[in-house]
């Protein structure tokens, strides 16, 4: 219930609540001739930052270039280029309608930045794309606007996904059959798209003799609300001798204690920290939370990557721009 209300809530706090707990603060502790002045910057800062981050900072798009070294990585597979992002949250790209004086106006529409981030995915080249989950906000039906942006997704070897909290309907309150409807919805439009669904399975890439596998797990989140449906062991099975593994999972907190423990699996792409969408010299809330938030993460020879995301349930970023991962594998 609480996704529900989030945009409310935020833009609540954010530009009235906060702004006129500053301002009364001020006025209340400092001296009166100047407390009402400084209350009245704080709050206007506030308020201001607020407004950027919706209108501008939401909008801004990096391309962060990664590259891992691996002794495992196959010669064939020396270069390959993986482009990856997450949390496309393409509900808060569509806008709403309001009515005109002659036809609706759509308010907030941000169809023009997917746009943008599938034309830097496509100039990559890369050998793949993923897509490493929440694609919807709360429901399906928000997908449609989208479609035809999402399709012109496609690279040599395919384009390969797996699923984030915020595809399963666990945000609203249906009964057990709308929510197992949904949830089947989101599945054959991502197959629909074009997109090779991992739902707790892997595909074999091939190189001439040489291979590599790209293993998708369902979202699996220490926190216990969070879908908890992700298997390491089913998504490997079948597999033998000492395979290269890019493993996908949108929740990084399933690195620690899921992936590492029970596979070898060399690098592991996450995401739905949203690198907190905020930082400020260098510090994020995201940290608070998340052992691994942002970038990439060693452990021995083995590492994590998580970017900070596409977009957002809340449309708003200050200091964290939304951003599209190019991860060069590299053999040592």
């Given amino acids: 219930m609480i996704a529900r209300y989030a945009i409310m809530f935020f833009y609540t706090m954010g530009l009235v609540v906060i702004p006129l707990l500053l301002f009364f603060l001020c006025r209340w502790l400092m001296p009166k001739r100047y407390g009402w002045k400084v209350g009245a910057a704080l709050a206007a800062?506030?308020?201001?930052?607020?407004?950027?981050?919706?209108?501008?900072?939401?909008?801004?798009?990096?391309?962060?270039?990664?590259?891992?070294?691996?002794?495992?990585?196959?010669?064939?597979?020396?270069?390959?280029?993986?482009?990856?992002?997450?949390?496309?949250?393409?509900?808060?790209?569509?806008?709403?309608?309001?009515?005109?004086?002659?036809?609706?106006?759509?308010?907030?529409?941000?169809?023009?930045?997917?746009?943008?981030?599938?034309?830097?995915?496509?100039?990559?080249?890369?050998?793949?794309?993923?897509?490493v989950g929440d694609l919807q906000n709360l429901e399906p039906t928000e997908l449609l606007f989208q479609e035809q942006e999402l399709?012109?997704?496609?690279a040599s070897d395919g384009v390969y996904s797996v699923?984030?909290?915020?595809?399963?309907?666990?945000?609203?309150?249906?009964?057990?059959?709308?929510?197992t409807a949904n949830e089947e919805a989101v599945q054959e439009f991502e197959r629909y798209l074009g997109w090779d669904l991992l739902m707790n399975e892997h595909r074999i890439i091939r190189r001439d003799s040489d291979s590599i596998v790209v293993a998708g797990m369902e979202n699996w989140g220490e926190v216990k609300r969070m879908p908890r449906r992700g298997d390491v062991k089913k998504t490997l099975a079948g597999l033998t001798g000492h395979p290269f593994i890019v493993?996908?999972?949108?929740?990084?907190?399933?690195?620690r204690k899921k992936i590492l423990p029970e596979s070898d699996a060399q690098l592991t792409l996450s995401g739905h920290t949203h690198g907190g969408q905020f930082s400020i010299f260098g510090w994020s809330p995201a940290s608070l939370f998340y052992?691994?938030?942002?970038?990439?993460?060693?452990?021995?020879?083995?590492?994590?990557?998580?970017?900070?995301?596409?977009?957002?349930?809340?449309?708003?970023?200050?200091?964290?721009?939304?951003?599209?991962?190019?991860?060069?594998?590299?053999?040592?």
């Fill in 45 to 131: 800062l506030v308020i201001l930052l607020v407004g950027y981050g919706t209108i501008f900072g939401y909008t801004r798009l990096e391309v962060r270039q990664v590259e891992y070294v691996s002794s495992d990585l196959p010669a064939a597979f020396d270069g390959y280029r993986i482009v990856y992002f997450s949390d496309a949250h393409v509900g808060s790209m569509n806008g709403f309608e309001v009515s005109g004086k002659s036809s609706p106006i759509t308010i907030g529409n941000r169809s023009s930045f997917l746009h943008a981030a599938i034309d830097s995915m496509l100039a990559q080249k890369a050998d793949m794309i993923v897509f």
């Fill in 151 to 154: 399709k012109r997704l496609r």
């Fill in 163 to 179: 699923l984030g909290n915020h595809d399963y309907a666990i945000y609203l309150p249906l009964s057990e059959e709308m929510k």
């Fill in 247 to 255: 493993m996908l999972q949108h929740d990084p907190t399933a690195w």
């Fill in 291 to 332: 052992d691994e938030w942002n970038g990439t993460t060693y452990e021995g020879s083995r590492a994590i990557d998580v970017t900070s995301g596409l977009g957002a349930l809340i449309p708003f970023r200050l200091g964290m721009s939304g951003e599209i991962v190019v991860v060069t594998l590299r053999r040592k």
